[in-house]
């Protein structure tokens, strides 16, 4: 099934290309709430100098970077997040919701106003060299991507893989950004010791839905390339279709899973998506000026997955959705790994190597 050439509806308002959400929410933080209606386009297009809507990068100082992860929806013991927002745009981005908390909107302030801890490199060192630090792999990031535009002008990443490789400490890696290939002679370092596993998100094969759904990333012909690079340069890969949305990309399961395979991929995963908080709002005015004539159904189907509702809360369930739809989503992805990923395995992390390179005297030996 071919996906529909996508062309944003302007009949209501214009479409602000280059960016996801086209709209401001309040946040519940602010003791001062916005009107919660959708923003009159010429007081956006004046705020924001003709609509050009610049990035903004915030430098915060946080007295620590590593994060225990208390999800048991999530494989990992820890995270590290060096930006909180994310100039990517994914509309469905479930950590646009954590944007308020810093006292920005969900929705254009979460793609535009970037906060920056340029100590990150230097926390994680003075994690890592602690006395009673035992290696667990870190999951970088899990929140906003790595590898997002504000990288090329930080670089925090390369500084943070160059502590993980100091230290010789496993690291996974996620993000839907080909800029990771920048950083290739340390990610062959670090998978010649098995320290490294990395994921890469690819929601859709469409070109055309991509550049609606997730404006600033990578093409899909870009995040291809890169997995099958990664893959030949012996660097562990794994693809995340995340998030599946019901009515929009769920189609595409069988074809992701050959296309990936055979670029080399070890393995792929899946999640529902789920439109907690602001992001519900969000999602669906996107959709209502995207493709009004597919929006119900899409809405209504993310509904059924999620017992009436869009968002999703329950561990366990959250991630993986409920009913018939998410039955045979579920079902395609295991005939889809068993005809074209059998036998495939991402290699076990080195949790050995960090204790011996913790202490500099240990280092002489």
């Not at 609509?51 to 995270?79: C, F, M, Q």
């Not at 291809?224 to 279709?241: C, D, H, K, N, Y």
């Not at 395609?332 to 204790?355: C, I, S, T």
């Amino acid at each position: 099934m071919k996906q529909q050439k996508i062309k944003a509806s302007e009949e209501k308002s214009p479409f602000l290309r280059g960016r996801g959400a086209q709209i401001n929410p309040a946040s519940k933080y602010e003791s001062m709430q916005r009107d919660q209606k959708p923003l009159d386009w010429a007081l956006v297009a004046d705020e924001w100098e003709d609509g050009d809507l610049p990035t903004e990068y915030l430098e915060t100082h946080p007295k620590t970077i590593l994060n225990r992860v208390e999800s048991s929806d999530i494989p990992a013991e820890w995270s590290m997040n060096p930006y909180q927002g994310c100039e990517h745009g994914c509309i469905y981005c479930y950590a646009r919701n954590t944007h308020p908390y810093w006292g920005y909107s969900a929705g254009l302030d979460f793609e535009r106003k970037i906060l920056v801890k340029r100590n990150s490199a230097a926390l994680l060192e003075q994690e890592l060299k602690k006395k009673n630090w035992r290696a667990e792999p870190i999951m970088f990031a899990g929140n906003t991507d790595i590898y997002q535009p504000a990288e090329r002008k930080f670089g925090i990443t390369r500084a943070c893989l160059e502590v993980f490789w100091k230290y010789r400490h496993p690291v996974g890696m996620i993000t839907k950004n080909s800029m990771i290939l920048r950083d290739l002679d340390l990610l062959k370092q670090l998978a010649s010791e098995n320290l490294v596993h990395v994921a890469i998100s690819i929601t859709t094969l469409d070109e055309d839905l991509r550049r609606f759904l997730e404006p600033r990333t990578a093409s899909v012909q870009q995040r291809l390339r890169t997995v099958e690079t990664l893959s030949q340069a012996g660097i562990p890969v794994f693809v995340m279709m995340a998030p599946i949305i019901p009515g929009l990309t769920d189609h595409e399961i069988i074809p992701m899973i050959k296309t990936v395979a055979d670029l080399g991929a070890l393995g792929i995963g899946h999640s529902m998506v789920r439109l907690n908080g602001d992001v519900a709002v969000l999602f669906e005015d996107w959709i209502r000026r995207t493709m009004p004539d597919r929006a119900d159904r899409v809405l209504n189907r993310i509904r059924d997955v999620h017992g009436g509702q869009l968002s999703a809360y329950q561990s366990g369930a959250r991630m993986r959705g409920e009913g018939n739809i998410a039955d045979v989503i579920h079902q395609q992805f295991r005939v889809g790994k068993e005809k074209f990923m059998k036998d495939r395995k991402m290699p076990a992390y080195n949790l050995e190597l960090h204790e011996r390179h913790k202490s500099p005297q240990m280092r002489l030996f």
